[in-house]
């Protein structure tokens, strides 16, 4: 299969930002065990702090992919153009979040992305992306 993962705002920062809640480990770091992982799959990964770049690179993976792995920081709870966009597309899209949003803040617990993905994942670290693309190979 070939995934995209797309993350969004301050998720270039893991391993430095609020380690107690997102973990010690840089995204890169993780990023080669999964690609190791999955080595007989694509697995394809894009960071942006920019809202209108996570819609682009959707529209863009969108026939270029088979599905993508989405972890749309605090756009999460306040991007219904984001929710829209996946709505737009043909492939399905899994919700990550690396936190349990359920668990945290009043404002995090509503996500606009959750009613229009295919699957959500929360609360398992990094881990949560491994969970997800294992999902999508399970289940497409
Ligand atoms: C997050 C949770 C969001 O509320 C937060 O804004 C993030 C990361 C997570 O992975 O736990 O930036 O999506």
Redesign the pocket.
Known sequence: MKILIIN????NLLGKREPDI?GRQSFSDYYQSLKQHFKNHQIDCYQTNHEGAIIDKLQEADGEYDAVVL????Y??TSIAIADSIKAITIPVVEV???D?KQ?ENF?QHSFITPVALHTI?GQGLKGYQTAIQYLIDNL
């Open positions: 969004g705002p301050n998720l997102y972890n749309p920081a605090a999460t709870h979040h690396i936190s949003i945290r995090r929360m």
